[in-house]
């Protein structure tokens, strides 16, 4: 597993232990509190849809970047056979 892998379970523990212990520790109606637990709940999921959507979004750019770039050689050569043709 490498260390990326690692930062973001350790940050997804650390966030649902937190998240955890502030609820059952908070002085809170049982309503109050599955409410709060409801928004916070839709938050985070939104949070994280998003923050999927940009690193979806960085890869597809960087795929592109990669195309882009493994077809310079290839062109290059084309050109240089042509010269010679």
Do not use: H
């Not at 998240?19 to 059952?24: Q, V």
């Not at 809170?28 to 994280?48: A, C, I, M, N, P």
């Not at 890869?59 to 493994?70: G, H, P, R, T, V």
């Amino acid at each position: 597993m490498n260390n990326s892998k690692k930062v973001l379970i350790a940050l997804a523990a650390g966030i649902a232990f937190g998240f955890a212990g502030g609820i059952f520790t908070a002085p809170q109606s049982g309503y109050r509190t599955r409410r709060t637990l409801k928004r916070k709940g839709e938050k985070f999921s939104s949070d994280v849809r998003d923050m999927v959507s940009d690193v979806k979004d960085k890869i597809s750019d960087n795929k592109e970047k990669l195309m882009d770039l493994k077809e310079e050689p290839v062109n290059e050569v084309k050109k240089k056979v042509e010269q010679f043709s």
